[in-house]
């Protein structure tokens, strides 16, 4: 495979299964069973702590096995917080093959919340050039201006 570009069907297959396999072995040998965990993407350099406390306070009070934000273009469910009985759910999910991270979220107690503009910061990605130029430009922003 060259440098992240599959090239055939069958690399990507086996991409797949390559990937399923090492998720498995993750969630069966090196995954702690806490109770929950937050999830985030590592390309987000603007996690808000207020929306992670927010988050993990109505998981508490909601018992509830994920509480996903929605800012206004959709959902964030690489910005989550996460009971442990997700990973048996999505275990079983890639047993059966199905790669749907949506089918497993209907199959738990999942709970979506709103976010304010402040916080949908937490969901800003750096993905490319302009991201970048883009987040440091925001970094130089002090904090109480920014909106």
């Known amino acids: 495979m060259m ?7 069958e690399e ?16 069966e040998d090196d995954v702690p069973r806490e ?7 590592g390309d ?6 207020d929306l992670i406390r927010r988050l993990l306070a109505i998981a508490r009070r909601e018992d ?7 800012n206004n273009e959709g959902f964030e469910p690489l910005h989550a917080v996460y009971d ?19 089918s ?19 969901f800003f990605s750096i993905n490319t050039k302009e ?3 883009s987040a440091i430009l925001y970094s130089q922003v002090p904090e109480a201006s920014r909106s």
């Open 35 to 41: 109770r929950r965990y937050l999830f985030a993407a």
């Open 131 to 133: 991201d970048l130029k």
């Open 12 to 27: 990507a297959v086996t991409l797949k299964l390559d990937f399923k396999e090492a998720i498995l072995r993750l969630t």
């Open 104 to 122: 497993a979220f209907s199959r738990l107690n999942t709970m979506y919340v709103g976010t304010t503009p402040v916080e949908r910061h937490s």
């Open 44 to 49: 987000m350099p603007f996690l808000q702590t």
């Open 84 to 102: 442990a009985v997700v990973v048996a759910e999505f275990e079983r999910a890639l047993r059966r093959d199905d790669l749907s991270i949506w």
């Open 3 to 9: 440098s992240g570009v599959l090239s055939t069907a």
């Open 64 to 70: 509830c096995d994920c509480v996903i934000p929605r």
